[in-house]
């Protein structure tokens, strides 16, 4: 396999350059300033000479609350860098590996109460933010595509490179006394090292479609806050709040569990409970 890894500075990126290179497989992984996914005429020159025939596409815009003021610069990154991978990687017999969101599902509160396992991947999508919106339409331009494709939806992403809820928990705890979490979003963490170990799972066994992939359990924010703080032994004030006191850009879902059922019967595929990936986390963390 000739494997290229684009966005490979990122929290996902970084996983992945890490697991490859202990599992000594070959690869290139390309930061931003090596390729711009958004110029269709870099991202020709790039893959032309490297000639890979796997990419894994952990390149996006993140930032969910700039995404509302920023819409062009998300959906040129989200839609418009992934469209150019697809196109590149129809026309060539490429398989693409991508990564999107819990934020394309509307996550609504009746959801809530109709889906107790999540969403399944054949649930219609309906996004309520700039950033689900940008995800969504890279979706589909990969579906359009043509190419041979593998989209892995992941939600509250968290792992030793980057930034995510974890670090930036430990990083408040240590500046203030008390803090605010929301305790009326649903959800469910994923680790990145997680993500990696069954994505190459789905690799290798050359799976394509879509699939969710997070760890097992359905928790709110405020409880993933307060197992951050038990498990780390930090000794914080945090108090529950509802969405409607803790106002930011973007809205978010209030149900965003997405259901695992259809990657758990691939075999060796191997899910976590999201107390022990932040168990393995927090010990990464303190190494
Ligand atoms: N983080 C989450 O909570 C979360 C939740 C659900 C799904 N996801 C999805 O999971 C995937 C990985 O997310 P992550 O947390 O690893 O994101 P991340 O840490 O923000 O990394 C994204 C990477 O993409 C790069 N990038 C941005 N624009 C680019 C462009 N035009 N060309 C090439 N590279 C570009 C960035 O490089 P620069 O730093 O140089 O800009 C960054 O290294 C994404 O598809 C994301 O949508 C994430």
């Not at 390309?30 to 390729?35: E, G, H, T, V």
């Not at 968290?158 to 995510?164: A, D, E, M, P, V």
């Not at 409880?223 to 529950?240: H, R």
Request: hydrophobic share 35%; proline share 4%; aromatic share 10%.
């Amino acid at each position: 396999m000739r494997i290229l890894i684009t966005g490979g500075n990122g929290q996902l990126g970084n996983e992945w350059v890490r697991y490859l290179n202990k599992q000594g497989v070959e690869f290139i992984a390309l930061p931003s300033s090596d390729l711009d996914i958004t110029d269709h005429e870099d991202v020709r020159r790039v893959l032309s000479n490297l000639k890979p025939d796997r990419i894994i596409n952990c390149a996006a815009y993140t930032n969910v609350d700039q995404a509302e003021d920023e819409q062009e610069k998300a959906f040129a990154v989200n839609e418009g860098g992934v469209r150019n991978l697809g196109d590149y990687c129809a026309s060539n017999g490429i398989k693409l590996i991508h990564f999107s969101t819990d934020y394309v599902f509307p996550g609504t509160e009746e959801d809530y109460k109709k889906y107790p396992e999540g969403y399944t991947e054949d649930h219609p999508t309906n996004p309520i933010n700039t950033y689900g919106e940008s995800k969504l339409a890279g979706e589909k331009a990969i579906e359009r595509s043509g190419c041979d494709y593998l989209i892995i939806r992941v939600s509250w992403l968290c792992g030793k490179f980057g930034n995510n809820f974890v670090k930036t928990m430990l990083r408040l705890a240590s500046e203030r006394d008390q803090l605010s979490v929301v305790h009326d979003q649903y959800g469910c963490p994923t680790f990145t090292q997680n993500v990696v170990e069954n994505g190459w799972v789905l690799l290798e066994n050359n799976i394509s479609g879509t699939y969710h992939l997070t760890s097992k359990g359905k928790i709110t924010w405020y409880d993933f806050a307060k197992e951050i703080f038990t498990q780390s032994k930090t000794d914080v004030k945090l108090e529950p709040v509802s969405s409607t006191e803790f106002p930011v850009k973007a809205k978010r879902p209030s149900f965003s569990l997405l259901s695992t059922r259809k990657i758990a019967n691939i075999p060796d595929i191997s899910l976590i409970d999201w107390k022990k990936g932040l168990t393995n986390l927090l010990a990464e963390l303190k190494s």
